[in-house]
Structures are given as structure tokens and as C-alpha cells.
């Protein structure tokens, strides 16, 4: 399976936008970029995903770089219920539907 | 609508005990998966239903481990000769069909069971 590669941890104030990056060096041309997050004691959520698109939602926007090597999960104004774990996944075609979660990036938000 | 539920929350047992996990996933959904989070990790995948049947079960650890999912809808997850080692959250999680165009429909997580083997 392709792996991610995501920073353990990150900060940000309330209110500013936040980028998370994840480098997939190791992509498939036909892989989705799916992210999810995990709020403190509870299962984890969708957030977003995209093939070679960048995408906007109402929670998020993914930015994918042209060679699909990196992508980016931007928090437009960060709010403190946005302190989670965050989980960049790779989905690769030939998956059965299972997700492979990594260690995430930790997000901190500040007052 | 009603989430995906799972009982017990928390589930505290004793070395060499059996313990059964239980997963109501939303109406309709086809897929449930399990996976086991331990502490300060992502949630590993377990195994996967799509209707009654075991799509995936790659991720069981080993024979200790075994889930059904008779109709269709709620699914059991259990665990024999429980050991210490086993401690962690467990997750289900549901989806609408699985795979959707190729891809990984979006799953729905419940809350998790913590347990806690001592």
C-alpha cells in the first residue's frame, strides 16, 4: 500500500487558516487523496477527498499538487471544536474498501 | 438520523475472559468495518462486511478474533481467551456500498468500545 508521510503535530490560532500538509511520494495514478479527523474521545470523521482536483467543501478545501506527490488540507478559519487528529489516506484502486490510517497530524488551536 | 451505536462503551475484563463487541451501523448501509485503535494510534482495520458476508478480514490478528454479521445490519465482534495485549478502543464503522465508482465510500465511525483486559 502507498504510504503517507504527515507532521506529528501542528499549531495554529483561532480564527486563521490552517494548511496540513501530507507528502504520497509514492502514489498510483488512480489513488484518492481521502481525509479524516478525530475530535478528542470520539470515533473518526470525513472530511474530504479528491483525485488530481483541488476541492472545497463546507468543512474544508484539499489542494493536490500537480504530480499528486503532496496535498494539502486547508482549514479556512480555524475554530477550537477544529482540534483533532487529522488522517491523510491514500485509497488505492485496488482496495477493497478498508482505509490504512497513519499516525495523523495532531492540531492544536489557540485562543 | 441515528448514528452508528456500539455497546458496551466500556468493557473491562480479565485475562483468559470472552467478551462480545456490538455494532448497530446507520440503516441501509451495506459495509461495516472494524478496526482497533490502541493509545496514541490510528485505527488499525480488523475486517470488513459487505451484507452478511466477510469481504476483508486481513486484519484479524489471529484466530482469537471473529465478527459476524448474520442479516446484514449489526454485526458482533468477538474475542476469545482475551489477553492483555488487547486493550484498545474498537471502532465500527459503516458505509452506504463499500467502494462507490472505485472508490472508498465515505464511512461513518461510532463512538468505539474501550476495553480494557486485565
Known amino acids: 500500500d502507498a504510504k503517507t508521510t504527515q507532521p506529528n503535530s501542528m499549531e495554529s490560532n483561532e480564527e486563521e487558516p490552517v494548511h496540513l500538509p501530507c507528502n504520497h511520494s509514492t502514489i498510483s495514478g488512480t489513488d484518492y487523496i481521502h481525509w479524516y479527523r478525530q475530535l478528542p474521545s470520539q470515533g473518526p470523521e470525513y472530511v474530504i477527498h479528491g483525485l488530481t482536483s483541488n476541492v472545497n467543501n463546507r468543512m474544508a478545501s484539499l489542494a493536490i499538487a500537480e504530480d499528486r506527490k503532496s496535498s494539502t488540507l486547508i482549514l479556512h478559519r480555524a475554530t477550537l471544536r477544529d482540534a483533532a487528529v487529522y488522517y491523510c489516506?491514500?485509497?488505492?484502486?485496488?482496495?477493497?474498501?478498508?482505509?490504512?490510517f497513519g499516525q495523523g497530524t495532531t492540531l492544536q488551536v489557540k485562543p | 438520523g441515528a448514528g452508528v451505536s456500539q455497546t458496551p462503551s466500556n468493557k473491562v475484563t480479565e485475562k483468559g475472559k470472552y467478551v462480545e463487541l456490538r455494532c448497530d451501523p446507520i440503516?441501509?448501509?451495506?459495509?461495516l468495518y472494524w478496526y482497533r485503535q490502541s493509545l496514541g494510534q490510528g485505527p488499525e482495520f480488523l475486517i470488513y462486511?459487505?451484507?452478511?458476508?466477510?469481504?476483508?478480514d486481513s486484519g484479524l490478528p489471529n484466530d482469537r478474533f471473529f465478527a459476524v454479521r448474520p442479516e446484514g445490519s449489526v454485526s458482533t465482534l468477538k474475542i476469545q481467551r482475551t489477553e492483555r495485549g488487547d486493550s484498545a478502543v474498537y471502532l465500527c464503522a459503516s458505509s452506504p456500498q463499500g467502494l462507490y465508482g472505485g472508490i472508498t465510500d465515505t464511512q461513518y465511525f461510532g463512538p468505539g468500545t474501550r476495553l480494557t483486559v486485565l
Open positions: 489516506i491514500l485509497d488505492a484502486s485496488s482496495n477493497t474498501g478498508k482505509l490504512i
Open positions: 462486511f459487505q451484507g452478511t458476508g466477510a469481504a476483508d
Open positions: 440503516s441501509g448501509h451495506t459495509a
